[in-house]
T-cell receptor
């Protein structure tokens, strides 16, 4: 089955540590996205990538970094510079021809 | 500024009752409009989308939405709610070529047996 996988589902880290969240898709989509979800705030775009080896900052990129070395993979690193990293993180992908986004199951990150 | 407003944070309906979830947008270009549903701790699933054409759009799980340009609205409706519809619903607006959505803050639906 085609889809988007995110791992792990739950992640715990100590304050000051960097952590990388995985996102893989086998939908052959060109575009991939990372969102952050906090209660009552909807989804906010962190980074997005339209093609391999290219990505753009979204609305809340500070304290995050990404790479897009392969079409199917778009990992997100939450750095120690992110002031409040505890949140639910969602990865999505879409084709270039349409704007319909498909979402992964999410990773809940808790920083202790 | 571009924005999406979902005025109702919480809605409670009885099973079998009709449902309407409101969505208003402010967007300079011709919008693409979406409704997504999210169960607790899960990702988002697309219910329906509007790009152009017929302003009444049918989606999955018996949902429909109507695009009203004059009111800048894209309200989601279901004639008879099932207990399994309890979830959070998000309206989103995008545009061809931008690759960026704007999401509303969501409406949490509770269904009473």
């Amino acid at each position: 089955d085609g889809g988007i996988t995110q791992s792990p589902k739950y992640l715990f880290r100590k304050e000051g540590q960097n952590v990388t969240l995985s996102c893989e898709q086998n939908l052959n989509h060109d575009a991939m996205y990372w969102y952050r979800q906090d209660p009552g705030q909807g989804l906010r775009l962190i980074y997005y990538s339209q093609i391999v080896n290219d990505f753009q900052k979204g609305d809340i990129a500070e304290g995050y970094s990404v790479s897009r070395e392969k079409k199917e993979s778009f990992p997100l690193t939450v750095t120690s510079a992110q002031k409040n990293p505890t949140a639910f993180y969602l990865c999505a992908s879409s084709t270039r021809g349409t704007d319909e986004q498909f979402f992964g199951p999410g990773t809940r990150l808790t920083v202790l | 500024a571009q924005s999406v407003t979902q005025p109702d944070i919480h809605i409670t309906v009885s099973e079998g009752a009709s449902l309407e979830l409101r969505c208003n947008y402010s967007y300079g270009a011709t919008p693409y409009l979406f409704w997504y549903v999210q169960s607790p701790g899960q990702g988002l699933q697309l219910l329906l989308k509007y790009f152009s054409g017929d302003t009444l759009v049918q989606g999955i799980k018996g949902f429909e939405a109507e695009f009203k340009r004059s009111q800048s609205s894209f309200n989601l409706r279901k004639p008879s709610v099932h207990w399994s519809d309890a979830a959070e619903y998000f309206c989103a607006v995008g545009n061809s070529g931008t690759y960026k959505y704007i999401f509303g803050t969501g409406t949490r639906l509770k269904v009473l047996a």
